[in-house]
């Protein structure tokens, strides 16, 4: 079945990009139907979306913050990629990368997560 | 954005307990629903999707319910490994929005 597996760096300083990688294995970004979409998890709160992104490129994004977000594919390699610019320590979080059912649906599978620490 | 409130915030409860979890969206989100799990150190585990489907794999005694901004997600006997936290989620319009979470915790 899909899995997915965050990695990147662990340790940010501010004012810097953030930048994380999913890769999906068991299944191919490129069949189409599902979106490839970035969450995120405040220490001890609640969750929070990131945005989306499909095979082809087309990308959704959170309003709160669209400004600061990007997010790439890259089919040849099966991942896909997170890029959150001027971090502050708010950006301190748990970040996931999880499956999405069509444009507008419910995460599954997700990844395992990874902690970045935003700090100088 | 859609608001989602969901109630308790924690819940106390037995083993073989009913369990009942509130959802409530600040409009109609249809049957755009989804409830999740979530254990310490975990990613959060898809359960019920369109309010009401249960996703393959998770045990029957939990059903979801609800449609337009009511929800509810029912474990029918808890069981010990269902300590955790819940989320609803909602996916009716952008930006998708998550419930804050239900902590279920042992009596």
């Known amino acids: 079945q899909v899995q997915l597996q965050e990695s990147g760096p662990g340790l940010v300083k501010p004012s810097q990009t953030l930048s994380l990688t999913c890769t999906v294995s068991?299944?191919?970004?490129?069949?189409?139907?599902?979106?490839w979409s970035w969450i995120r998890q405040h220490p001890g709160k609640g969750l929070e979306w990131i945005g989306y992104i499909y095979y082809s490129g087309s990308t959704y994004y959170n309003p709160s913050l669209k400004s600061r977000v990007t997010i790439s594919v890259d089919t040849s390699k099966n991942q896909f990629s997170l890029k959150l610019s001027s971090v502050t320590a708010a950006d301190t979080a748990v970040y996931y990368c999880?499956?999405?059912?069509?444009?507008?649906?419910?995460?599954?599978?997700w990844g395992q997560g990874t902690l970045v620490t935003v700090s100088s | 954005d859609i608001q989602m409130t969901q109630s308790p915030s924690t819940l106390s409860a037995s083993v073989g307990d009913r369990v009942t979890i509130t959802c409530r969206a600040s409009q109609s989100i249809s049957s755009w629903l989804a409830w999740y799990q979530q254990k310490p150190g975990k990613a959060p585990k898809l359960l019920i999707y369109k309010a009401s489907s249960l996703e393959s794999g998770v045990p029957s005694r939990f059903s979801g319910s609800g449609s337009g901004t009511e929800f509810t997600l029912t474990i029918s006997s808890l069981q010990p490994d269902d300590f955790a936290t819940y989320y609803c989620?909602?996916?009716?319009?952008?930006?998708?929005?998550f419930g804050q979470g239900t902590k279920v915790e042992i009596k």
């Open positions: 989620q909602q996916y009716n319009s952008y930006p998708v929005t």
């Open positions: 999880a499956r999405v059912v069509a444009a507008m649906g419910w995460f599954d599978p």
């Open positions: 068991g299944g191919s970004i490129s069949s189409g139907g599902y979106y």
